[in-house]
T-cell receptor, first 117, second 113 residues
Framework: KAGVTQTPRYLIKTRGQQVTLSCSPI?????VSWYQQTPGQGLQFLFE???????NKGNFPGRFSGRQFSNSRSEMNVSTLELGDSALYLC????????????????FGAGSRLTVL | DAKTTQPNSMESNEEEPVHLPCNHS???????IHWYRQLPSQGPEYVIH???SNVNNRMASLAIAEDRKSSTLILHRATLRDAAVYYC??????????????FGQGTILTVHP
């Protein structure tokens, strides 16, 4: 099985621009989560999607948004980029169904490293 | 979210066992104990998880205290490839947990040749 694929792997943007990151989950996985990793804050949860619906959201401003398509692929968008948005953005997929148990395991991609100048 | 406490760093020699501790004194009855690790320049990687009983898989073993207030990840023979940041995470069921793992600072494991 192919793993979680994130594109692009690296990108550079300037303040005020917007960016869209893409994530293809493992085949058969319907849940996709997004995380931000910075040296100062560590790994922080952004949001989770299942069957094209956002089920959970972390504590991030509205500039951060996402969506999921019918094939479970997901995108996240950051508008009006700020210097502090420079980070590694990680996508993870899980094969959990409608319910969610604490036993669910996430498989992470390698991430998209965003640099905002 | 229930919190976990891990040492900031640990060191080991190659081919020796490594015991990585984690304290979670406020764990609830439905919290699963998960371990993930993150190698340099990669996303986190699942290692093992358990609820009450000790668990073994091809990567590691998880020893859970009888009162569940602490656990230990055991790498039986450390290799250089095991050098990573190891995260101990509690995961509960329920809507607020969908897709969400709360990562702490983790333990930086250094493996010496």
């Amino acid at each position: 099985k192919a793993g979680v694929t994130q594109t692009p792997r690296y990108l550079i943007k300037t303040r005020g621009q917007q960016v869209t990151l893409s994530c293809s989950p493992i085949s058969g996985h319907r849940s996709v989560s997004w995380y931000q990793q910075t040296p100062g804050q560590g790994l922080q949860f952004l949001f989770e999607y299942f069957s094209e619906t956002q089920r959970n959201k972390g504590n991030f401003p509205g500039r951060f948004s996402g969506r999921q398509f019918s094939n479970s692929r997901s995108e996240m968008n950051v508008s009006t980029l700020e210097l502090g948005d420079s980070a590694l953005y990680l996508c993870a997929s899980s094969e959990n169904g409608q319910g969610y148990s604490g036993a669910n395991v996430l498989t992470f991609g390698a991430g998209s490293r965003l640099t905002v100048l | 979210d229930a919190k976990t406490t891990q040492p900031n760093s640990m060191e080991s020699n190659e081919e020796e066992p490594v015991h990585l501790p984690c304290n979670h004194s406020t764990i609830s009855g439905t919290d699963y104990i998960h371990w993930y690790r993150q190698l340099p320049s990669q996303g986190p990687e699942y290692v093992i998880h358990g609820l009450t009983s000790n668990v073994n898989n091809r990567m590691a073993s998880l020893a859970i205290a009888e009162d569940r207030k602490s656990s230990t990840l055991i790498l039986h023979r450390a290799t250089l490839r095991d050098a990573a940041v190891y995260y101990c995470i509690l995961s509960d069921a329920g809507g607020t947990s969908y897709g969400k793992l709360t990562f702490g600072q983790g333990t930086i494991l250094t493996v010496h040749p």
